[in-house]
T-cell receptor, first 114, second 112 residues
Framework: GAGVSQSPSNKVTEKGKDVELRCDPISGHTALYWYRQRLGQGLEFLIYFQGNSAPDKSGLPSDRFSAERTGESVSTLTIQRTQQEDSAVYLC????????????FGPGTRLTVL | AQSVTQLDSHVSVSEGTPVLLRCNYSSSYSPSLFWYVQHPNKGLQLLLKYTSAATLVKGINGFEAEFKKSETSFHLTKPSAHMSDAAEYFCVVSEYGNKLVFGAGTILRVKS
């Protein structure tokens, strides 16, 4: 079936605005992960979901960041009061279940905060 | 805590010559290790993974990696580079199969 999809592919916003990033995992995958990739750096883990619950939120950088998942499918990552340091590519991945090693990545959302 | 160090930020090879991308890891437990590749404007793709079976792991496109516990290394190799191998490569560690910890990446350039 289709792979992981993310929208929008690009988002430009002004400092202080809120943004929502969306992830559609592979159908049937119960685990979903969010990562952030800053320019010239590797990926940083943000949060993962097993079903609709989030056992590990340890990577969320501040309380301006939140994520939810409904219906064991779509997930939304929300960044409130965006700052310039939030500029990055936000990547979503899904896997068959938590603890299953292979994660399949989406193409990412490139966020630019002016 | 887990961590990954990719020893070279850039590697340049000629087409047809061997490729070696170096990776050292730190983990408190028996880790799972991965190599992912990211081509320009493309998503991340899994090249290969080690999950405590054979220490020599074969992946796609002729790549392989050897897990050496004594050296805490997981270097990626390919006998003969192809132009299409030019990309950024990430070494990744995971202890519980959930959170992936990525290295900073190695950009591979292949010269004709």
């Amino acid at each position: 079936g289709a792979g992981v999809s993310q929208s929008p592919s690009n988002k430009v916003t002004e400092k202080g605005k809120d943004v929502e990033l969306r992830c559609d995992p592979i159908s049937g995958h119960t685990a979903l992960y969010w990562y952030r990739q800053r320019l010239g750096q590797g990926l940083e883990f943000l949060i993962y979901f097993q079903g609709n619950s989030a056992p590990d939120k340890s990577g969320l950088p501040s309380d301006r960041f939140s994520a939810e998942r409904t219906g064991e499918s779509v997930s939304t990552l929300t960044i409130q009061r965006t700052q310039q340091e939030d500029s990055a590519v936000y990547l979503c991945a899904s896997s068959f279940r938590e603890g299953y090693n292979e994660q399949f990545f989406g193409p990412g959302t490139r966020l630019t905060v002016l | 805590a887990q961590s990954v160090t990719q020893l070279d930020s850039h590697v340049s090879v000629s087409e047809g010559t061997p490729v070696l991308l170096r990776c050292n890891y730190s983990s408190s437990y028996s880790p799972s290790l991965f190599w992912y590749v990211q081509h320009p404007n493309k998503g991340l793709q899994l090249l290969l993974k080690y999950t405590s079976a054979a220490t020599l792991v074969k992946g796609i496109n002729g790549f392989e990696a050897e897990f050496k516990k004594s050296e805490t290394s997981f270097h990626l190799t390919k006998p003969s580079a192809h132009m299409s191998d030019a990309a950024e490569y990430f070494c990744v560690v995971s202890e519980y199969g959930n959170k992936l910890v990525f290295g900073a990446g190695t950009i591979l350039r292949v010269k004709s």
